[in-house]
Structure formats: structure tokens, C-alpha cells
């Protein structure tokens, strides 16, 4: 019923720049917050970033004043521009949205992941 595609991972060397892309499409509606979150290898999903209906913003002390997070309300697109990325920004990036769908309370939903490697 709700579908999350993400987009814009890849392999970068370090000091690059990603854009990763994540639009929420099926029946949900009245989407909240919208954020994404990265898993490196043995370790835990941390959050990277979150941004609130009203465009409010929050960011991993570790990616402040790199990293910029943004939405587009009119296509449930959220964006995440990377730049001066380090080899420890590699990891597997989630987007998580909130939302409504008819029939079931608001919840969160979890992208499939795309693989975001910086290396030389």
C-alpha cells in the first residue's frame, strides 16, 4: 500500500558530493515527519536527519554543516544533499516517513535502503 523508492547512492571519493532521493507514493496521506537514517556494517541504524511537516530540521551532531536535508510536499519527495563526504558517511541509507494510511493509525514506513560508499 505504500511504497518508498529511494534513489541517488552510489560511489563517491571523499570530499564528494550525493544527493539521495526517496518519494512515498501509494495510498498514504497526511505525511508528518520525514527523515533518513544509515546502518554501517556491525553497527546500529543511526538517524542522519529529520524534517517535520513545517520544515523544521534535525541533524546528526556528525553530519552538521555538511549535509542538508529537504522536501517537496506537492511530490512526498524528501531529498538529502551530502557533501564533504568522509569514508565514515559509508554506510546503507534508510528514508523513514510518517503517515496515514486509510484504515490504520500513523506510522512509520522504511525505505529499502541505498548503498552510499566513499572511498579513494
Known amino acids: 500500500q505504500v511504497q518508498l523508492v529511494e534513489s541517488g547512492g552510489g560511489l563517491v571519493q571523499p570530499g564528494g558530493s550525493l544527493r539521495l532521493s526517496c518519494a512515498a507514493s501509494?495510498?498514504?496521506?497526511?505525511?508528518?515527519?520525514m527523515g533518513w537514517y544509515r546502518q554501517a556494517p556491525g553497527k546500529e541504524r543511526e538517524l542522519v536527519a529529520t524534517?517535520?511537516?513545517?520544515?523544521?530540521?534535525n541533524y546528526a551532531d556528525s553530519v552538521k554543516g555538511r549535509f542538508t536535508i529537504s522536501r517537496d510536499n506537492t511530490k512526498n519527495t524528501v531529498y538529502l544533499q551530502m557533501n564533504s563526504l568522509k569514508p565514515g558517511d559509508t554506510a546503507v541509507y534508510y528514508c523513514h516517513v510518517v503517515g496515514v494510511v486509510p484504515g490504520t493509525p500513523m506510522y512509520g514506513y522504511w525505505g529499502q535502503g541505498t548503498q552510499v560508499t566513499v572511498s579513494s
Open positions: 501509494g495510498s498514504i496521506f497526511n505525511i508528518n515527519d
Open positions: 524534517i517535520t511537516g513545517g520544515g523544521s530540521t
